[in-house]
């Protein structure tokens, strides 16, 4: 299959028309049957107004978070922040900015994914479709329910067990055969365990959703199954494995245990000396904005509450960003008719 | 077409290969899940081999302990493992408990009111509100709380009085279970409300107009029919969001506290504005005593304890589920 895709384009699903964005099923009843609450009893009354209080209440949270840290990240934020590493200084003036912590965080979440991506799509396939023995399917579902329940600073735990392993001392620094344990490798591999369900959860979506004729057509011209799902089915449930990416790296950027315990208690990057470029950084200790803004909290060590507001303020940036693409990948993936519901 | 069909017929990319390919893939992460199990209680084994049950009972004061295992793996051969973890566990029970006690309500409300009550503007706007909140990091939510909310807490909520009256055991800061409760809530609520709601949209239609036909009115339908009928929905929330709660460490740490103090609701209502750490934060705040042994075992006996307690809410969700299959939507 080398290059077979530039030759012929990969066979996509017809457009299925677009369902009625209005009428989920067994929603259209309920919306239709309009009834005012003017002739309810009291207590039902009250209930619609804690309703109405609660979702105004979120809102309102919501609205202030993004206000407050709009307003404190503008007050602090400078631009050359985002290009000056963290230094020794006793003032917020002497300190430098946050940059090593923002490529951290970019390079953990580019690891990270890349690790999570391919897994989390593969072991979606087999349960979908091959699936067999039955048993080990259903051991698979528990398996990926219950690493989405691990705490990931028990992940964290764990990670520092594997990778302080003598086997391993090739991902992190190690010294006279004492193994560091504490590197992007580290921290990203842990952090893909992080991402894993909520990918596998919604490309399995994402396949269940293609109906069962379009399988049985691709067999009926010979196709096999792996070349189906390669070049049918995979195709046509992009917007799941979009967004399961997305909601993924959101999961990534905003870990903060795994980062504290796996990557380093240090705010600049510390590359290993002796070993190729992008290898001495990635196998040395580093830092990302989570663990900046930990750090840089009133309980942290740093104790520098401008930064860690300018710091939160790019990293609910990058969320916001996260958040709108996840948007817009639904809504067109609604207009192309792909979505599911 | 042609040139590419003996490839795809061919052996690398066979339908048997490829099955087992994958196949070999999925064994390889139930496995890192099982030596995950293992390796935690592995580790774990010599901090509960030497207390016993006593690990999770009241005793001495846990800094001290703590300090005492540090030192022992410094100074001499002989490590000292006497643990007792209960004002850690007591704290995670009341701060878990309170949070998902109040975001299951507030959830349940919400989700009600997206999925039924709302006008389209507003579930326009509460649907991404939730999602958005749902997906800011817990390190910004403890930087809030930090900067925000205990100060509050502390200057405003907690009166002169009340401090003194507590001045010789503990000082009241604003570093509080109610600053922990709160932020918590607002960090696990929006993950029920969306699984909750699924649960909602997915009640038969026909459930829902039988009742209504009957005369019932659309707020006691929904009450007594959308959400009973969406109790499987409801239960799978709530667990995950216990596991979330149970497992939250890095914004524990920053705002509850730190102190290993066991907050006594007899004491009054006072005990709301005091001071305590979870068993997460624990292993945060520690972390860099992770090469000494001991402490290394103790650590990992505070990370079994999670993962073990994560284990039996999932298991007792799906007990609850499982006899509420007949809810469950084809």
Known sequence: MRDASTQDPPLTVPPVPPPDQHDPPGAHQRKGAVEGSATWSLSDRIGLAICWALGLLFCAIAVAIVVYLLVQGIKFLRPEMLWTPAAAGFSETETGGFSDALFGTLIVAAMGIAIALPIGVAIAVWLVEYGRPTALARVTESTIEAIAGIPSIVLALFGTVIFSSTALGFLSRSSEGVVFGRSFFAAATMLSLVALPLIVASVREGLNSIPRHVREASYAVGKTKAATTRRILLPTCRPQVATGAMLGLGRIIGDTAIIVVLLGATQNFAPVEGVGFPFNYLRGAGTTLTNFVYEASPTGNLNQPQKAYAAAFVLLLMVLALNAAVDIVHRRARKVGTWSH | ?330
Not at chain 2, 51 to 64: C, H, I, P, R, T
Not at chain 2, 227 to 248: F, H, K, N, Y
Request: aromatic residues 10%; neutral net charge.
């Open chain 2, 1 to 330: 077409m042609n040139e590419d069909l003996p490839q795809e017929y061919g052996p690398k990319w066979s339908d048997q290969r490829v099955e087992r390919m994958l196949g070999a893939l999925v064994c390889g992460v139930v496995a890192l899940l099982l030596a995950l199990i293992v390796t935690v209680f592995v580790h774990a084994w010599p901090s509960f081999a030497h207390n016993g049950l006593a690990w999770f009972s009241a005793g001495g004061d846990v800094e001290e302990q703590l300090n005492a295992i540090s030192l022992s793996a410094q100074t001499s051969g002989d490590y000292i493992y006497t643990f007792h973890a209960w004002p850690l566990i007591w704290s995670t029970m009341l701060i878990t408990g309170g949070a998902v006690l109040i975001a299951l309500v507030s959830a349940l409300f919400v989700s009600v009111f997206i999925v039924e009550f709302a006008p389209e503007w507003m579930s326009n706007i509460l649907q991404p509100v939730i999602r958005f909140l749902a997906s800011v990091p817990s390190v910004i939510y403890g930087l809030l709380g930090v900067l925000v909310l205990v100060p509050f807490i502390g200057n405003h909520l907690v009166t002169e009085g009340q401090k003194a009256s507590v001045a010789g055991v503990i000082s009241l800061t604003g570093y509080s279970l109610l600053a922990a409760i709160l932020v918590l809530t607002v960090m696990i609520a929006p993950l029920m409300v969306s699984i909750f709601s699924d649960g909602l949209r997915a009640v038969k239609p026909g459930w829902i107009e039988g009742s209504l036909g009957l005369g019932i009115n659309r707020w006691r339908t929904t009450w007594k029919i959308g959400v009973r009928s969406a109790r499987p929905a409801i239960v799978a929330g709530t667990v995950l969001a216990v596991a979330r709660a149970i497992g939250e460490a890095v914004m524990l740490a920053m705002i509850s506290g730190s102190v290993a103090f066991a907050p006594n609701p007899a004491d009054g209502l006072i005990f709301i504005y005091e001071p305590s750490r979870p068993l997460g934060p624990t292993i945060v705040k520690n972390i860099d005593q992770l090469s000494s042994p001991p402490f290394n075992a103790t650590l990992f006996s505070i990370a079994a304890v999670l993962l073990f307690s994560a284990a039996m809410f999932s298991l007792a969700g799906w007990l609850a589920r499982r006899s509420m299959r007949k809810y469950l939507m084809p």
